[in-house]
């Protein structure tokens, strides 16, 4: 965590009675708050008010051709947003929502511009988390939340990362704990007969039926897909699976400050120059701890993080787009 003034003087209120009514006030008065979900924490905002979603995009500093996912308390206020509801939407909604699944639809005119970043459509989700259930059932508007993060940098899956990222800038931050999922919903695009899925997420290919090699070319992914991402300020490399031992050995020799994030059973055995960040179990592990592991290599001042890669299945493929991403070499 960071220590001084900015810091200090942001509110993180627990999610009791007041906590969210100081949250529901502050959104309906237009202003922004730190919102916990399922996948990461939201930077949450009036989705109806331009003015608002302004400013989320000034607070991010994310490029205005990047689209909000726009979050709903229930499947039934998909009218709110959208007109045409196609019955694979019906039918991807009903399998996955409350949970970490955005369905691209056509949008609404009701939809400002700016939350869709000019497109016809706009991203739409149900969160599965009692605090943002609790918050998006009183507030006036739908919620525009992307991750509370400035543009680039790694998601925040706790309310001191959300305090890390953006200081006293947030009217409040809602802590709703350490977020279950850990990486961000998977993006289906619901208009046509087959889900397309433009980014990966916390709910797998598998769920939802796609192939793995199914669609999914560059043309087709979200906007936001395009930008390098979720990366903290050291290096981040990838040991291939089978390859740590060798990948350790090579970083050691240069010299570098080097720190790994790797499964548990391969910690012990690691040459003591390496700092064990943390270790992980499986896939769903590593997803749930891959942000804290970032933003723990910048506070150890690494200057090299190692991640042992996981097999490209279940959550793990999402695990390996972001460590792609944040290595730079998706
Ligand atoms: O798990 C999540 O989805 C989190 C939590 C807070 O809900 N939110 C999140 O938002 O990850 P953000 O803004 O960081 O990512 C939204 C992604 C971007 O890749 C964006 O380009 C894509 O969704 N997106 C939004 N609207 C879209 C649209 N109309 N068509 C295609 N992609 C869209
Ligand atoms: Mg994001």
């Known amino acids: 965590m ?55 995009f000034a607070a991010k ?18 009218s709110r947003v959208t007109q045409h509801v196609t019955p694979l939407a019906r039918a991807l909604a009903a399998a996955h929502w409350p949970g970490p699944l955005t369905l691209v639809v056509s949008a609404a005119d009701s939809v ?13 989700r149900v969160p599965d988390h009692p605090v943002a259930t609790a918050v998006l059932t009183r507030c006036r508007s739908p919620l525009a ?57 916390g709910v797998t290919r598998e769920q939802l039926g796609v192939a793995a090699d199914e669609a999914g070319g560059e043309l087709e992914r979200s906007p936001g897909t395009r930008y390098r991402h979720y990366a903290p300020r050291c290096r981040i490399e990838i040991a291939p699976t089978g390859q740590l031992d060798v990948e350790v050995a ?42 804290t592991g970032f933003r723990e290599a910048e506070r150890a001042g690494v200057e090299l993080l190692l991640v042992e890669a996981v097999a490209e299945e279940g959550v793990g493929r999402a695990v390996m787009d972001r460590l792609r991403r944040a290595a730079g070499v998706a």
């Open 61 to 78: 500093a994310r490029p205005a051709d990047n689209p909000l996912i726009v979050h709903l308390a229930a499947a039934e206020q998909l």
């Open 2 to 56: 960071e220590h001084g003034p900015r810091a200090a003087a942001a509110r993180v209120l627990r999610a009791d009675a007041d906590g969210l009514a100081a949250a529901v006030a502050a959104l309906d008065a237009g202003e922004l708050i730190g919102l916990p979900t399922e996948t990461v924490y939201g930077l949450a905002g009036d989705a109806f008010a331009p003015a608002t979603v302004a400013a989320i």
């Open 145 to 201: 939340a992307p991750s509370a993060n400035r543009s680039g940098r790694p998601s925040p899956t706790t309310a001191m990362d959300v305090v890390t990222e953006f200081g006293s800038e947030l009217a409040l931050v809602l802590d709703g704990g350490p977020c279950v999922i850990g990486v961000e919903s998977t993006v289906v695009d619901a208009r046509g007969s087959r889900p397309i899925v433009l980014r990966e997420g």
């Open 250 to 291: 090579r970083a050691v020799t240069t010299g570098v400050h080097l720190g790994v994030l790797v499964h548990r059973d391969r910690a012990e055995q690691l040459p003591t120059t390496a700092t064990v960040i943390d270790t992980f179990t499986d896939a769903p592990d590593l997803a749930r701890r891959l942000y």
């Open 112 to 124: 400002p511009t700016i939350t869709r970043a000019g497109l016809s459509s706009v991203a739409v």
